[in-house]
């Protein structure tokens, strides 16, 4: 007699099935952070590849064991050896530690496993996805009459998509201009497109300036898009967006603006102005799983007019026909380039509706205050540079007077002891340590831990 086949997450009994399992998942993510002890496990490489193997054993064995023993094993080996950003001294990339209630939500999606091709696949998580993206939209594009909002793998997919919109308006003959300090997913965009290599303004002081601005679109014959950040990648700086806004109308010019960063400042009172020109800008990519505390993925690339999207429109009759959509089922393919496609917009929708406005915004203002104080510690130790003032969560220090590649074996050596996770950056044509600080729960006295470890790997 065949065995019963493994129960499935979803229907009435999902959650009967579900809940031991969950018990098992949390007690090894708990064994494993106790395992690990620190913001990364240590050893290097070799080490964690190590440790691995001998956890997983054959990756695909003959007869499996069970599932508590299968989860057990990998989860908490996983969680061991991961590189934990709800650890406070965890903080090198825009990588941001998720909330519970989000990853608890975006748990329901993976049950539910709707799929947001077809109406008849997801037609709650469907209508969810339209009201969510429709009310950022109007968020990012307060003015516009008609905006909207795509959900999306992340900022590379909405900077993609919004050169890609844009060529389809213009042509192959669009130009594209970045500053040097722009994400490096456009130029990988225009070269999936088909489009000429980007123009590439100087950004000496780490933004792009109007001026130099002016003078590349001067040069430049036909239609062009510029691409502006709020936010870059390696400084937290924000380009003045109202200034190149206003050449890029004087050069009729189209606008986008990657604020995968620093869009969710938006949610803040008291930072909000930072993005002030936002909406004038024409498509604008948002990235909540940054500075929004989403696991991943939770992008968005917002359109100041709905009508810009119809070039993505498609048609597979087995998943759009045009009699279904006559008859008043919603058309998903248009809203992205994938077909299957998880709804990533649940976990968004619920913390959305637990924090709201306000309590978004004090996250974005509590990880804003810590980096100002990691920039006031910084600054008071005499043996230590900063770069400058931050200007969102990122802050670039290094040791005074060291060499850049003892910058470098300062960062690796925290790595491989698995004390500290720093980024790394070059500016003023030097290599900066990079702490990009995305945890609320961070401390004054965490950050002082931070700086600690970085003056003794100085001194070794």
Wanted: glycine residues 8%; contains cysteine; aromatic residues 2%.
């Amino acid at each position: 007699m065949r065995a019963a086949p493994p129960p499935l997450a979803g229907g009435a009994p999902g959650p009967d099935a579900l809940r031991p399992l969950l018990d098992t998942v949390l007690d090894a993510l708990r064994t494993g952070a106790e395992e690990r002890g620190g913001p990364l496990p240590a050893g290097g490489p070799d080490t964690v590849a190590h440790r691995l193997r001998d956890a997983l054993g054959e990756a695909l064995p003959h007869h499996g064991t069970d599932p508590h023993e299968a989860l057990r094993t990998l989860v908490r080996t996983l969680a061991a050896g991961a590189a934990d950003p709800a650890h406070p001294l965890c903080a090198a990339h825009l990588h941001t530690p998720p909330l519970a209630l989000a990853a608890a939500a975006d748990l329901a999606a993976s049950a539910l496993n709707p799929s947001m091709d077809s109406w008849d696949q997801a037609p709650a998580a469907s209508a969810l996805e339209a009201q969510v993206t429709a009310a950022l939209a109007a968020e990012i594009h307060p003015r516009a009459d008609h905006p909207d909002a795509l959900v999306t793998t992340g900022g590379t997919e909405s900077n993609q998509l919004a050169l890609l919109l844009a060529r389809e308006r213009h042509g192959p003959a669009l130009r594209t201009v970045v500053g040097a300090n722009a994400h490096h997913s456009f130029h990988r965009a225009a070269w999936l497109l088909g489009l000429p290599e980007p123009v590439t303004v100087p950004t000496p002081r780490g933004t792009i300036d109007p001026a130099a601005l002016h003078q590349a679109l001067t040069t430049l014959t036909g239609p062009v898009v510029v691409a502006a950040t709020a936010g870059t990648t390696d400084e937290g700086l924000i380009d003045p967006l109202p200034a190149l806004a206003d050449t890029c109308d004087a050069h009729h010019a189209d606008l986008h603006v990657d604020a995968a960063y620093g869009g969710p400042l938006l949610f803040s009172r008291t930072h909000r102005h930072l993005l002030d020109g936002l909406d004038r800008a024409r498509t604008v990519t948002v990235d909540l799983h940054k500075l929004g505390w989403q696991p991943a993925a939770a992008g968005l690339l917002a359109v100041r007019d709905t009508a810009d999207l119809t070039a993505l429109g498609h048609t597979a009759d087995y998943l759009n026909a045009d009699d279904d959509t006559d008859a008043g089922l919603p058309d998903l393919l248009g809203r992205s380039l994938r077909t299957t496609r998880r709804p990533d917009v649940l976990k968004t929708a619920v913390t959305l509706r637990a924090l709201g406005r306000t309590g978004l915004g004090a996250l974005v203002d509590a990880c804003m205050d810590r980096a100002q104080d990691l920039a006031d510690l910084v600054e008071k130790r005499p043996g230590l540079d900063l770069r400058a003032r931050p200007t969102l969560t990122t802050v670039l220090f290094r040791p005074t007077d060291a060499t850049d590649a003892t910058v470098a074996a300062i960062r690796r050596t925290l790595l491989t002891e698995g004390r500290a996770v720093l980024g790394r950056a070059h500016a003023d044509g030097r290599l900066w340590l990079k702490a990009t600080l995305l945890n609320p729960h961070a401390t004054p006295g965490d950050l002082a831990q931070l700086i600690t470890l970085v003056e003794g790997s100085t001194h070794r």
